[in-house]
């Protein structure tokens, strides 16, 4: 997932692009219709596995309200977010078939309460009855079926589609005259089949990403209102709407079926455009969390916040990508050269006040595929990088993008003066926008040069660490990079079973280190401060705050 913020967002030039995105046209509502239910029961989107009983009079005990930071979401509907701006919200409204426990990085019990498979084709998912949408609508086999063939369907322009591509039938479904994505069934009710075109191991984890969540009725018939105020399955529901550019505000669903709902009774966050002005506002508790200081502000939380500052460790993957659509950047050694002019260690001391993990890999250490030190040209050598450079005839003049008001001016300075240094370029220019239109420019392929971005592990595996960056035609391929080898690698560390994976995986990022499409700079560590008025603030290993476990104190 695409991240906008200070540890994980660089921006561009002054391209075109329209401020918001273009809302989908919805595709006629299934034609299979449900009564609602009059009790509203619903799920949340846990880190944790959901368990038996209800919130409970213990739970309701915790309570008062919270406001945290974010920034202007692309997308509030689960099929179209592809960026952490709405998945922070977004990630407490809905649950879908299952859970990451991120102690393991394993698949845990969301809707569906187990699963099974012979082959990694044909998967059996075997679903709770005690789910439903905040607006009292049944969640069952049928929800899934519905909501898997509309997110999937091209026309209605889900950046998540491409997800869907693994299941059998996904290319069928854009003819005009199929409605329903044929490899996923209701066996009944409570039973779901999910038929691959191609040996998946990963699927009981890929399916906790958010664009498989499930989505009511009520959103085919206004997708448009839908967005505005989302109703979800989880433990939070919608306080009102989205008002864009300032507020998102949710409430506890008292009834949540899982172990433990949410601690707060409600949670506010607010929209920032510049995480400086965040920081600041926390200082003056204005706003009670910021689980991203801004990198200048790393070296002073301490001084700030005393206690109450924190560093995690996290996925969160920052590079700069190449425009391999342009001449100048086509010659590997030439990117090559870029990322052996870059000093991390000395950016990341410097900048960061060693904030940072110098990145000397793709896939992130956190997970237990990382490997620390896998990227021969992420090493510093200047000299070696000048003579590949000019041999290569790498650009005298370039253009580098970054999104703005996230924090990223100090270390994108750094990086460029160390490209002038090391390898002659004569002239640098900086292009930034804010990060919604950034992402719609690289997608119409309008850099001229490298771009900042980052990348959130939505999924805590090698293959999304990899494959929806990298893979030809992928919508997050913002590099227009394309590789037969990387392609046919990946399709069979994914046939693999979990535990066979491994070295599968590694071999796929041996070919992207050698190619280097990106060059990798650093993984995020996140760095949280918060008022006295909250505690036990937490951060997954995807980068998002834990708000559901924090507790207000005041």
Known sequence: MNNPEPNVQPHATALSASDQRSQPTPSPTPARGRLLAGAGLSTALLLTACAEGGGGEDASADGGEFTAYTCEPQSLTPGNTSEVCGARVLEQLFTGLTEIDYDTFEATEGVAESWESEDNITWTFHLRDDYAFHDGEEIDAHTFVDTFTWTADESNAQVNSEFYEIIAGYDELQDDDVDELSGVRAIDDHTL??????????????LGLLGFSPIPSAAYEDMDAFEQAPIGNGRYRMDGEWVHDEQIA?????????????????????????????????????????????PEQIPNMEADFGENQEAFETGTFTYLGFPLYQEDFQDPDVRRALSMAIDRDSIV??????????????????????????CDACEYDPETAADLYEAAGGPSEMEIYYNSGAGHDDWVEAVTNQWQQHLGIDDITFRSLDFAQYLDDLAEENASGPFRLGWTLSSPSAQYAMEPIYSTGASRNYAGYSSEEFDSLIQQANAADVEDAEPLYHEVEDVLLEDLPVIPLWFNQQHVVHTDRITDVEVSPRGLPRVESITVTE
């Open 250 to 294: 949710v409430t506890r669903h008292e009834d949540w079926p899982g172990e433990v709902p949410g601690n707060a009774e409600r949670i506010e966050w607010r929209i920032y455009s510049d995480v400086g002005t965040a920081y600041m506002d926390v200082q003056a508790g204005q706003l009670d969390l910021l689980e991203q200081a801004p």
């Open 349 to 374: 001391e410097t900048i960061f006040d060693g904030g940072m993990q110098p990145a000397r890999s793709i896939i992130p250490p956190v997970l237990p595929e990382g490997r620390e030190d896998a």
């Open 193 to 206: 089949e999910i038929e691959l075109s191609d040996p998946f191991g990963q699927l009981p984890v890929h």
